[in-house]
T-cell receptor
Framework: DTGVSQNPRHKITKRGQNVTFRCDPI?????LYWYRQTLGQGPEFLTY????????KSRLLSDRFSAERPKGSFSTLEIQRTEQGDSAMYLC???????????FGPGTRLTVL | DQQVKQNSPSLSVQEGRISILNCDYT??????FLWYKKYPAEGPTFLIS?????DKNEDGRFTVFLNKSAKHLSLHIVPSQPGDSAVYFC?????????????FGKGTRLSVIA
């Protein structure tokens, strides 16, 4: 399977706990994006990387959120001190530089109790 | 301030007929538009795209039309099949300044009735 993969697919946590999600992009893709989708909404941009450099962050990305892409391969998104409002589907997408189509992974469904 | 709007939350169509999903945008800087299809508990799947230099792009049963003056695009599915039942998202981006994040509409749920 050469698509975008995300782990875990589901995560249930208690409020105040930290969680970390992983995304493995399509192997030759150098751009990687994180989006969040809540019920009844389209995906909303969080942040993106070109290789290992984090180029843009949305205002949605509070200081409790941090993302990394060491060595320009897989990426992790960490949420510290989770809140119930963080419950959402977290989506990762990747694309080639200069290519305009982004390909999405299956997402990680986070539920904060 | 929603820059990409899908004003119909749902659409129901008979199998074999045409499905038309609409999308409006407000940012005239958008120059590349995409449609994604999403099943429950899965990520969006890319369907078809169109650059602002074109007014039509076709791929099998799917055709996207772009009307730049009206800032409107539509996705036509002909003929509609039960497997097309899903949520369809319209997305837009600005490409000339480098890859920018996609801006999505809220989606339209399409139900194709056999």
């Amino acid at each position: 399977d050469t698509g975008v993969s995300q782990n875990p697919r589901h995560k249930i946590t208690k409020r105040g706990q930290n969680v970390t999600f992983r995304c493995d992009p399509i192997s030759e893709h150098n751009r990687l994006y994180w989006y969040r989708q809540t019920l009844g909404q389209g995906p909303e941009f969080l942040t993106y990387f070109q290789n290992e450099a984090q180029l843009e962050k949305s205002r949605l990305l509070s200081d409790r959120f941090s993302a990394e892409r060491p060595k320009g391969s897989f990426s992790t998104l960490e949420i510290q001190r989770t809140e119930q409002g963080d419950s959402a589907m977290y989506l990762c997408a990747s694309s080639l530089k200069r290519q305009d189509t982004q390909y999405f992974g299956p997402g990680t469904r986070l539920t904060v109790l | 301030d929603q820059q990409v709007k899908q004003n119909s939350p749902s659409l129901s169509v008979q199998e074999g007929r045409i499905s038309i999903l609409n999308c409006d945008y407000t940012n005239s800087m958008f120059d590349y538009f995409l449609w994604y299809k999403k099943y429950p508990a899965e990520g969006p799947t890319f369907l078809i795209s169109i650059s602002s230099i074109k007014d039509k792009n076709e791929d099998g049963r799917f055709t996207v039309f772009l009307n730049k003056s009206a800032k409107h695009l539509s996705l036509h599915i002909v003929p509609s099949q039960p497997g097309d039942s899903a949520v369809y998202f319209c997305a837009a981006t600005i490409t000339y300044s480098g890859n920018t994040p996609l801006v999505f509409g809220k989606g339209t749920r399409l139900s194709v009735i056999a």
